[in-house]
């Protein structure tokens, strides 16, 4: 019994309980992620600079910070060429290329439905002024 009010304790008070997509999310959906993530799995492998034009706004600082921890989630993966000069390539993982399915999902959402949040937001606006 104590185990089951101890559980049902921590699911009130633990996001990762109560909403088990909730790490996914974070891991995912961050803010520059999803669009390097889309380029690679669109253009295929990429060098540093190639993604840093596909992806205007993002600083140089920002997406070597991103690539590294998409890296170490297992979403990318790096390949250092020992030439000269030395050569970085980035490409979608597998485990990457496994939420292809989930981003045609929302591809299709987008496609669907922004249209009616914003109509949305400007009757929420418009009722608000």
């Known amino acids: 019994m104590a185990v089951k009010g101890t559980r049902a304790a921590t699911a009130g008070t633990d996001p990762e309980v109560a909403c088990p997509i909730g790490p996914v999310v974070d891991i995912v959906f961050s803010r520059w992620t999803t669009p390097i993530l889309w380029s690679l799995h669109t253009h295929g492998r990429q060098r540093f600079v190639e993604l840093e034009r596909r992806i205007a706004r ?13 890296e170490r989630d297992g979403l990318v993966v790096r390949t250092y060429h020992p030439e000269v ?20 999902h929302l591809a299709e959402w987008s496609a669907d439905n ?3 949040v914003e109509q949305s937001r400007q009757t929420y606006d418009a009722e608000s002024a």
Not at 58 to 70: A, D, E, F, W
């Open 85 to 104: 000069p030395p050569r970085v390539e980035y490409e979608i993982s597998e485990l990457g290329r496994s939420l292809a399915p989930l981003f045609a």
């Open 114 to 116: 922004l249209e009616k």
């Open 58 to 70: 993002i600083t140089p600082k920002v997406l070597t910070q991103r690539l590294r921890q998409l």
